[in-house]
């Protein structure tokens, strides 16, 4: 069965005509305009084998798609947010910890200074090293 007999046998019950003149008053800005009860009670009107009843199929395609990229952009910012927030509660008890020791009065391990060097002597030449 080629193309044209499909659509032949698919336009049987129209009155070719009045499908044509359909196709010309409807485009896909108007399906877009139609709420879901509309569009539905558009579809019904159409048999399964209609054009028509294609671009109603269509068209629920397009809005379940559109929701579901909705719902993952969604899903991916509040990712974005939770490591953010994450991030920022991993910080908390860094800076806790860092605000109880300056209370102390104890200076922080990096404000400190450097050990002192130990003696050393050389076991060859007992030349001491470090002074």
């Known amino acids: 069965m080629d193309n044209d007999d499909f659509y032949r046998k698919s336009l049987a019950g129209y009155n070719h005509s009045k499908v044509q003149q359909d196709f010309k008053r409807v ?56 490591v953010v927030l994450g991030f920022l509660l991993a910080q908390i008890p860094g800076y806790i910890t860092e605000a109880k020791t300056n209370s102390n009065g104890n200076q922080k391990m990096h404000d400190q200074p450097a050990p002192p060097t130990p003696e050393i002597s050389h076991p060859k030449t007992n030349v001491i090293k470090g002074k």
């Open 27 to 82: 485009d896909r800005k108007e399906l877009l305009k139609m709420s879901d009860t509309d569009l539905a009670l558009w579809q019904s009107d159409y048999s399964q084998e209609s054009p028509h009843y294609r671009l109603a199929e269509h068209e629920w395609q397009r809005r379940l798609t559109h929701e579901q990229v909705q719902a993952t952009k969604y899903a991916a910012w509040m990712g974005f947010a939770g």
